[in-house]
């Protein structure tokens, strides 16, 4: 009995050998020159007359036999897509992780859109944003969050200061140089929010994923396996088909 990962592994080399018959028949009906024949002989008046010989070309292509070799070579794709087809109407699996039973019976069909859809997930979940490792991170419940511990600093301002480099006299005024100097006038407390995850949560989750795609795959693999039975549908509709 043939199973459906047979039909499966030959499928695309079906298609393949088909569309190139078809396509020669197609490109081989539109050559004029091989569906025109000729027979033609030569009768001279009298018999003194020149003597030619007969010219003949047989015609190479028949159109009805094109579309017969189009329609033997279309029969062998629509049974096997139809083979296939009914059997993915039948090929269902679980998909069990870790001994667990996740989805019960899915279709092989969903379960390939599933392996599709994991893969484009593990591209998202891998460039999740993480928490800077250089800070110490905590999770704030007032804000669902995570922050870092309060880190104090000072806030200074420029406040003028004079230095006087000569007193004054009865001749001369003081000399004074004015400088400035930065003076504590505050301090400010700041704590970092950030609505990222740490690495270990993106490993976990990439741990969680892989486990997922073998399951599914696995499944896939196992409704593969079921066995199918030929179906013919090329016959039928050709039959109709070519009368």
Known sequence: MTKLNQILAVEKGVKADVQRKVTDVYHT????P???????T?????????????????????VEDAVKD??????????????????????KA???????????DVPVTYLLFLEKQLVDLRTLISKLP???????????????????????????????????????TEHHPAQVQVFTEDVVVGYWTKVAFSGAVPQRRVNEL??????????VKYAREEANSVEVADRRIGDALFGYLLG
């Open 29 to 32: 009906v539109q050559k004029t």
């Open 34 to 40: 091989l569906l025109s024949g000729i027979s033609r």
């Open 42 to 62: 030569y009768q001279p008046i009298d018999d003194e007359g020149e003597q030619l010989p007969p010219e003949s070309t047989r015609v190479q292509v028949k």
């Open 70 to 91: 189009a329609a033997d070579a279309l029969t062998r794709l629509f049974d096997v897509t139809a083979t296939k087809d009914v059997a993915n109407c039948s090929a």
């Open 94 to 104: 679980d998909v069990v992780v870790e001994g667990r039973v996740l989805l019960e």
């Open 130 to 168: 993480t928490l800077d490792p250089s800070e110490t991170w905590t999770l704030d419940e007032n804000t669902d969050t995570w922050r870092t511990e309060p880190v104090k600093t000072t806030r200074t301002k420029k406040v003028p200061r004079n230095h006087v480099l000569a007193e004054a």
């Open 206 to 215: 990439l741990d969680r994923l892989t486990k997922l795609q073998d399951a």
